[in-house]
């Protein structure tokens, strides 16, 4: 988590936007917020990807769209975007319901064997709605997930009042509020444990490899690891 050194939701949204394809799910295209991530996107000539939950499509046309999408430029980075909370109602689950689809949607696109190039990070605002879901799938994917706030971790509601509270902010995330390091180390240890034959005959032990995946990250590892099978 971090929070944005200036006021309103301009710069905050601008620098998410920078990530190389924006994911942007709604119901609403026409709203404020909406309007400000699709100009921040196109403006820096990075990728913007709508996706309307309206829309009665099948999971797999939406997965092949966005991993055509994000082919087209290599994405690396993604931003997560969308509707609020408010934008969607005050049914039961509504935020859980858009945590479960946010999650089922990227978990197929960042696995498809379709995808050339490796997602490496997902980012986004924070914001109820599609900006929590997103935050809560990329950490839940493993992958390396930033939440810039803006100032004063401002976040509006289901009655469409803005709060400003780090703690209310943070508390929303849950078990996910969790140093990403947690992730990480289960990643190594699955690479450890597939590879420990291998390593093992090449001088490392399971210490020196956590050392090594904890300074350098999990590309390094990977391209170490095919070096030693080559």
Do not use: H
Request: net charge negative; charged share 25%.
């Amino acid at each position: 988590f971090e929070e944005e050194q200036t006021s309103g939701y301009a710069n905050r949204t601008k620098k998410n936007a920078s990530a190389d394809a924006t994911i942007a799910f709604a119901i609403d295209f026409n709203t404020a917020g909406e309007k400000l991530t699709k100009n921040s996107v196109l403006g820096q000539n990075k990728k913007y990807i709508p996706i309307n939950i309206n829309d009665e499509v099948e999971t797999d046309e939406i997965v092949n769209n966005i991993v055509n999408e994000l082919n087209s430029v290599n994405a690396k980075t993604l931003n997560i975007a969308g509707n609020g909370i408010y934008t969607f109602g005050k049914g039961e689950n509504v935020q859980k319901n858009l945590d479960d689809y946010v999650y089922k949607i990227l978990k197929q696109v960042v696995e498809s064997p379709s995808l050339n190039t490796k997602i490496e990070s997902i980012r986004s605002g924070g914001q109820t709605g599609i900006d929590e879901a997103g935050t809560k799938a990329g950490i839940k994917l493993g992958l390396k997930t930033l939440t810039l706030a803006p100032k004063g971790w401002i976040f509006r509601n289901v009655d469409n009042k803005d709060i400003s509270n780090e703690q209310q902010f943070k508390a929303r995330f849950g078990e996910f509020n969790k140093p990403q390091q947690l992730s990480l180390f289960d990643n190594s240890q699955e690479l450890w444990n597939e590879n420990k034959d291998l390593l093992e005959s090449n001088g490392m032990n399971e210490e020196s490899f956590n050392q090594m995946y904890n300074e350098f990250g999990e590309d390094f590892i990977r391209d170490y690891i095919k070096k030693c099978k080559s």
